[in-house]
Nanobody, 125 residues
């Protein structure tokens, strides 16, 4: 059973930073791409960032480029999302997601088949 557990969310002020973590278990972590998504109240879930299976390829949504950084530590089976210069519009539940196919660098949103329970990020103005 694949399990993804996010942590690191919280309440911060605009301009602050947060680092989210997602611990994976139940399958060989290093062979799968990982992603972060978010869902704000009343809005659809949207893609935030992804990182390929070997960590060499990353992709970001335009609205986080230059502010967020995704990374992975394969020996620790963990993917991270460093969020800097946070804005009130970044307020959402952030979800970690795992690819369903091995060794990919680019994953369509439909390709993520494993999801964490989410962690709340709230940015006050």
């Amino acid at each position: 059973q694949v399990l993804l557990v996010e942590s690191g969310g919280g309440l911060v002020q605009a301009g602050d930073s947060l680092k989210l973590s997602c611990a994976s278990s139940g399958r060989p972590f290093s062979t799968y791409a990982m992603g972060w998504f978010r869902q704000a109240p009343g809005k659809e879930r949207e893609f935030v960032a992804s990182i390929g299976w070997n960590g060499k390829i990353t992709n970001y949504a335009d609205f986080v480029k230059g502010r967020f950084t995704i990374s992975r530590d394969n020996p620790k089976n963990t993917v991270y999302l460093q969020m800097n210069s946070l804005k009130p519009d970044d307020t959402a539940v952030y979800y970690c997601a795992g690819d369903g196919q091995v060794c990919r660098n680019y994953v369509p949103s439909s390709g993520y088949i494993y999801w964490g329970q989410g962690t709340q990020v709230t940015v006050s103005s």
